[in-house]
Every structure is written in C-alpha cells, then in structure tokens.
C-alpha cells in the first residue's frame, strides 16, 4: 500500500507530535510541509515549555519533508502556504488543527482537509493500532496541547463513535 501524500500545518505537527504515534504514522502517510511551517516549529522549539519541546522532537525526528516555495505561493502564514503546497502538489489530504483558518481556506483548496486526529483514526481503521490505543493518543493529544472541549475533540469523538458501532 502507498503512503498518502500529506501536507501539515504547525498546528497538526504539534498535535501529533504530542502523541507517541507520529512516527508510526509514517508507515501510511508522507507528511510534507513548507519551510514557513518550520521556522514556526524552530521558533516555537526555542521555548522550554512542553510544546517547545515538541517542535524540537518533530524537527529532530525529520518526519516531514520541509520544501521551497515559489515567490508567488509564499504567504506570511503556514496556513495558507500550506494549502498552496496542498493545491500544488495535488495531495491527498492536508492536516489543519487551527479552527479559523481551516474554515477560511477550505473554499481555496481542492483537497480534503481534516484535523489531526484523523491520522490516529486512519492508523486504528487499518489495524496498525486497536481503537482503544488510538483514543488513547487522542487522549494524549487533548492533555498535551491543554484543550477542553473544542471543535477538534468532537471531531475525533464523532469519528471513534462510529466506528465502534
């Protein structure tokens, strides 16, 4: 089975990479960013709180290939860089944890774009993980990046209730 294409945004990197399970999501994805998104993760990486440390961890783990891009499809923002790569190199999905902007972009962008979460649920669906393990890391991902109930949670609750049914 080929590895989908993925293009990241920092704010799925740092979800992720939060859980025990982005390296082994290697083995059914190729993630792909730009370079805007990881000077996002070099500053981010300079503060020694956790989520310094994870960007420090996914930049040392060299999970995802950082690429150039073109003067006329470089934005000021990782988000909209993102999807630019997305749209160029035809990807398969693109990974987006910020709400607002995942909401802006997705009428510019021809490709699905789903929350991170979806990369645990797609790793649980091909039984590389058990359901549990994989709400486990979701678990994980929630303490991690301090969420409450947010919109990115419910996604993922909604995904693993169907599929325990």
């Given at each position: 089975?080929?590895?989908?294409?993925?293009?990241?945004?920092?704010?799925?990197?740092?979800?992720?990479?939060?859980?025990?399970?982005?390296?082994?999501?290697?083995?059914?994805?190729?993630?792909?960013?730009?370079?805007?998104?990881?000077?996002?993760?070099?500053?981010?990486?300079?503060?020694?709180?956790?989520?310094?440390?994870?960007?420090?961890?996914?930049?040392?783990?060299?999970?995802?290939?950082?690429?150039?891009?073109?003067?006329?499809?470089?934005?000021?923002?990782?988000?909209?860089?993102?999807?630019?790569?997305?749209?160029?190199?035809?990807?398969?999905?693109?990974?987006?944890?910020?709400i607002?902007?995942?909401?802006?972009?997705?009428?510019?962008?021809?490709?699905?774009?789903?929350?991170?979460?979806?990369?645990?649920?797609?790793?649980?669906?091909?039984?590389?993980l058990?359901?549990?393990?994989?709400?486990?890391?979701?678990?994980?991902?929630?303490?991690?990046?301090?969420?409450?109930?947010?919109?990115?949670?419910d996604?993922?609750?909604?995904?693993?209730?169907?599929?325990?049914?």
């Amino acid at each position: 089975m080929s590895r989908l294409n993925c293009v990241i945004d920092t704010s799925a990197a740092i979800s992720l990479g939060s859980t025990s399970k982005f390296q082994l999501s290697t083995n059914l994805f190729s993630f792909i960013s730009t370079n805007r998104v990881k000077d996002e993760l070099i500053e981010i990486s300079k503060t020694t709180d956790k989520l310094g440390k994870i960007a420090d961890s996914i930049l040392k783990s060299l999970i995802i290939e950082f690429v150039n891009m073109e003067k006329e499809l470089q934005n000021s923002k990782g988000e909209v860089e993102v999807i630019n790569l997305a749209n160029k190199l035809k990807a398969d999905l693109v990974l987006m944890d910020d709400i607002q902007a995942r909401k802006k972009l997705q009428k510019q962008c021809d490709i699905p774009i789903r929350f991170s979460p979806f990369v645990i649920f797609f790793l649980c669906e091909k039984d590389i993980l058990k359901h549990k393990e994989g709400w486990l890391a979701i678990e994980d991902m929630k303490v991690e990046r301090e969420w409450k109930e947010n919109l990115i949670i419910d996604y993922a609750e909604l995904l693993f209730k169907k599929a325990v049914k």
